[in-house]
């Protein structure tokens, strides 16, 4: 939660209390047995870690469904009265591993009946200290990683723009402003910068606007700006206090937000054509970094002593909080589009989350060293 500095300069300093903790944990759901013998390699490796990595699948040498075949071929999956094939593209090792996520999703899809995300980017930070930070991606099974910036600046909150864009609060230029890196090509622009505080870039679902926190008028506030005409309209005035972490609902007709406006950060929700406003939590110290799902749940953090992953839904209240995870120092939940997944920070790295299997424990992406923050799936 270090990067609250960025947009929130207000804020008082945290405040933990006791507080009894739901246990979340269950037993988990019934997972489909696989088994895959695709000749090894890393093709095999891509594709056995992306079915484990859905949550769907336990891979075992006596699956119901079986996939065989080699890199340079076909590969066929079959059980359960089914069967898919695809080809599995010869080539380099990186044209395997792309050859791999598009099975395993195709697998998944068929099998599992969920939606693939083998091949949804994540898009994420690495810090490097307090005044440099690149913006880096790369699949959620942790391979193909690129840095995307190398500023030597600080920059915050990657977000998807788009299937290849991606916006974010970089320092490139000495203030905060928002940037747009095209994360095939590598090219970037200054997409927005205002006076004082600019930060939050949050795209709408249709791709017409832009959630965004400015101080142009004083302190921290919410605004949306029409990508098209660059106008943009104040949705919050709260003189005495900050906001932040705009996320926009599936529909974009609503946005969930941080504000301190009674002191300590909470969620809140405020409609986009009328302005109406409603507060949507109240338990723990503080809630933050909210992510408006596909399916209409929010994630957030929630500090209830430690930093619990929360998942609720804004329709029935904060009755419906589930706590995803155990008490540690959790951070920026991210939902995937199965709307059972989340990826999410923790003590330097990202970890993905399976909301539905109590028993599964948060996987780690990837082992490399250094300060990885920030993550954001796309879907």
């Known amino acids: 939660m270090k990067k609250f500095a960025f947009w929130m300069a207000a804020l008082v300093a945290l405040h933990g209390f006791a507080e009894t903790i739901v246990d979340v944990t269950g037993e988990g759901v019934e997972k489909i047995s696989v088994s895959v013998n695709c000749g090894g390699g890393v093709y095999e ?12 699948f336990t891979i075992r040498s006596d699956g119901a469904i079986k996939i065989s075949g080699a890199p340079g071929g076909t590969v066929t999956a079959s059980g359960r009265g089914r069967t898919i094939s695809q080809s599995a593209t010869g ?13 395993a999703n195709a697998v998944i899809e068929t099998f599992a009946g969920q939606k693939g995300f083998a091949l949804d980017k994540i898009c994420f930070v690495n810090r490097r200290g307090s005044n440099n930070a690149d913006v880096c991606e790369c699949y959620p099974d942790g391979g193909d990683i690129r840095q995307l910036t190398g500023d030597g600046k600080a920059a915050v909150g990657p977000r998807w723009k788009d299937a290849e864009s991606v916006f974010y609060t970089g320092y490139r230029n000495g203030g905060p402003a928002i940037w747009e ?34 101080s142009v008028h004083g302190n921290p ?38 504000s301190n406006e009674t002191r300590h950060p909470q969620l809140y929700i405020i409609d986009v054509a009328s302005g109406v406003k409603r507060r949507l939590t ?33 329709k029935v209240g904060e009755s419906s909080t ?39 424990k948060p996987r780690q992406i990837f082992g490399l060293g250094g300060n990885w923050i920030d993550p954001s799936w796309s879907r």
């Open 322 to 360: 589930r706590l995803v995870t155990d008490g540690r120092n959790w951070e920026d939940p991210s939902w995937s589009r199965d709307a059972r997944h989340i990826v999410a920070g923790r003590d330097k790295a990202l970890f993905l989350i399976d909301t539905e299997d109590g028993g599964d």
């Open 91 to 103: 080539g380099d090792d990186k044209a395997l591993r792309m050859a791999a996520r598009r099975f």
């Open 45 to 56: 490796k891509t594709l056995k870690r992306n079915l484990d990595l859905s949550g769907a």
């Open 282 to 314: 109240s338990k723990g110290s503080q809630n933050v970094d909210p992510d408006w799902g596909p399916d209409g749940r929010i994630a957030y953090i929630s500090k209830r002593g430690a930093n619990y992953v929360a998942v609720i839904d804004p």
């Open 221 to 258: 506030d919410l605004y949306v700006i029409d990508i098209a005409t660059g106008h943009y309209r104040r949705l919050t005035k709260t003189p005495q206090a900050s906001e932040g972490q705009p996320a926009w609902s599936p529909d974009g007709r609503q946005i969930v937000y941080v």
């Open 181 to 214: 890196v095209n994360t095939t090509t590598g090219s970037r622009k200054l997409k927005w910068s205002f006076k004082g505080l600019t930060t939050g870039a949050r795209v709408s679902p249709d791709g017409t606007k832009v959630a965004i926190i400015l």
